[in-house]
């Protein structure tokens, strides 16, 4: 089963705006991840965040987590037509030996150009 | 490329047939995970090895579906009987022996019973 959810469901932008997605979960956690998937292509990751930890930068990309909310969001600055992708995020339960991730349902971002 | 690599990329199968699928992690990843990802979902775990050792299996996995990795190298995912249901993307993804343990997926297959 689902970890959580992502919100928007979808979400549709113009070029050079910016794209917020959220993401809930439902556990204590040691990291959480955020990972994009193109039409047809695997999962390719993009940042990491451990449960320490509050805000992440990865070029145009700024990760927040707030575990007392059990939250996080990912924000896309300057979007780019090649951005057009599915965004998940992936929590790594806390105490758990396997790092197995928990995906959330994902948010279809279209960067119109 | 020293990615992870599946193989094949697409599957069509007749319902009731065996199906095998191989995963090649990246060369120096002791860890290995099988995800399956349905039309509009997320990946749901499947299965964890570290190194050749089966730690982990969900739910997901009924009898039909067995995994290996000899010798902790690529591994296998067999799914026998094969239903409509088990149709969907097949994910492999492997992390280092450190952590944080951020996962690199391969492409998936993809399979189809007919």
């Known amino acids: 089963s689902q970890q959580g959810e992502e919100d928007p469901q979808a979400l549709s932008i113009q070029e050079g705006e910016n794209a917020t997605m959220n993401c809930s979960y439902k556990t204590s956690i040691n990291n959480l991840q955020w990972y994009r998937q193109n039409s047809g292509r695997g999962l390719v990751h993009l940042i990491l965040?451990?449960?320490?930890?509050r805000e992440k930068h990865s070029g145009r990309l700024r990760v927040t987590l707030d575990t007392s909310k059990k939250s996080s969001s990912l924000l896309i600055t300057a979007s780019r037509a090649a951005d057009t992708a599915s965004y998940f995020c992936?929590?790594?339960?806390?105490?758990?030996?396997?790092?197995?991730?928990?995906f959330g349902t994902g948010t279809l971002l279209a960067v119109q150009p | 490329d020293t990615g992870v690599s599946q193989d094949p990329r697409h599957k069509i199968t007749k319902r009731g047939q065996n199906v095998t699928f191989r995963c090649d992690p990246i060369s120096e990843h002791n860890r290995l995970y099988w995800y399956r990802q349905t039309l509009g979902q997320g990946p749901e775990f499947l299965t964890y090895f570290q190194n050749e050792a089966q730690l982990e299996k969900s739910r997901l996995l009924s009898d039909r579906f067995s995994a290996e990795r000899p010798k902790g190298s690529f591994s296998t995912l067999e799914i026998q009987r094969t239903e409509q249901g088990d149709s969907a993307m097949y994910l492999c993804?492997?992390?280092?022996?450190?952590?944080?343990?951020?996962?690199?997926f391969g492409p998936g297959t993809r399979l189809t019973v007919t």
């Open positions: 992936a929590t790594a339960l806390d105490g758990g030996a396997t790092n197995k991730l928990i």
């Open positions: 965040i451990r449960s320490n930890e």
């Open positions: 993804a492997s992390s280092a022996r450190q952590g944080p343990y951020e996962q690199y």
